[in-house]
T-cell receptor, first 113, second 115 residues
Framework: GENVEQHPSTLSVQEGDSAVIKCTYSDSASNYFPWYKQELGKGPQLIIDIRSNVGEKKDQRIAVTLNKTAKHFSLHITETQPEDSAVYFCAASRTGTASKLTFGTGTRLQVTL | DAGVIQSPRHEVTEMGQEVTLRCKPISGHDYLFWYRQTMMRGLELLIYFNNNVPIDDSGMPEDRFSAKMPNASFSTLKIQPSEPRDSAVYFC?????????????FGSGTQLSVL
């Protein structure tokens, strides 16, 4: 089955700096890669996703890049703010849908003032 | 819409007791998922339903776990008998489904502690 590895497990940045979280996947047939943000005491929330036919996608301060050859994808957050502090999960699916998502182990991002 | 609603938020029980977790998906969503979150294993898919029918239960750890969806607005996850290693946060999520509707909407979870 699919295996998704995520690094780093914790990340601390100063407000205004950029944060990068990286994930690798094992199944070359995976074609859908979402990112979820989980705030304390809440369930994960989708923040951005990308399909295998696209190399990069951007939404305001958040961007995701995908390298199919290397089987890795990354989340980039620019101009970080305290409200970006949360746990971020990457995931991969070969079905193109959310029905068989395999999640990474999560990255705890702390944005300090 | 109020989003996915789970109850209870917290459950503390003793080993051997039956535990029932409840979920109300977003109205109109065709898919319902049960996930378990632990520090060691992260987010694991236990089972998912499409139009109230269980599609894939390969993630259910043991026969002690069972899930039902009697109608489009209600699902339960039952553990009987419960064991300390079942302690985790259990999330319910729903989605519209289909290739263009992959977004999962998660509930706030049930924190289960089995003593």
């Amino acid at each position: 089955g699919e295996n998704v590895e995520q690094h780093p497990s914790t990340l601390s940045v100063q407000e205004g700096d950029s944060a990068v979280i990286k994930c690798t996947y094992s199944d070359s047939a995976s074609n859908y890669f979402p990112w979820y943000k989980q705030e304390l005491g809440k369930g994960p929330q989708l923040i951005i996703d990308i399909r295998s036919n696209v190399g990069e996608k951007k939404d305001q301060r958040i961007a995701v890049t995908l390298n199919k050859t290397a089987k890795h994808f990354s989340l980039h957050i620019t101009e970080t703010q305290p409200e970006d502090s949360a746990v971020y999960f990457c995931a991969a699916s070969r079905t193109g849908t959310a029905s068989k998502l395999t999640f990474g182990t999560g990255t705890r991002l702390q944005v300090t003032l | 819409d109020a989003g996915v609603i789970q109850s209870p938020r917290h459950e503390v029980t003793e080993m051997g007791q039956e535990v029932t977790l409840r979920c109300k998906p977003i109205s109109g969503h065709d898919y319902l998922f049960w996930y378990r979150q632990t520090m060691m294993r992260g987010l694991e898919l236990l089972i998912y339903f499409n139009n109230n029918v269980p599609i894939d239960d390969s993630g259910m750890p043991e026969d002690r776990f069972s899930a039902k969806m009697p109608n489009a607005s209600f699902s339960t996850l039952k553990i009987q008998p419960s064991e300390p290693r079942d302690s985790a946060v259990y999330f319910c999520a729903s989605s519209l489904g289909g290739a263009a509707n992959e977004k999962l909407f998660f509930g706030s979870g049930t924190q289960l502690s089995v003593l």
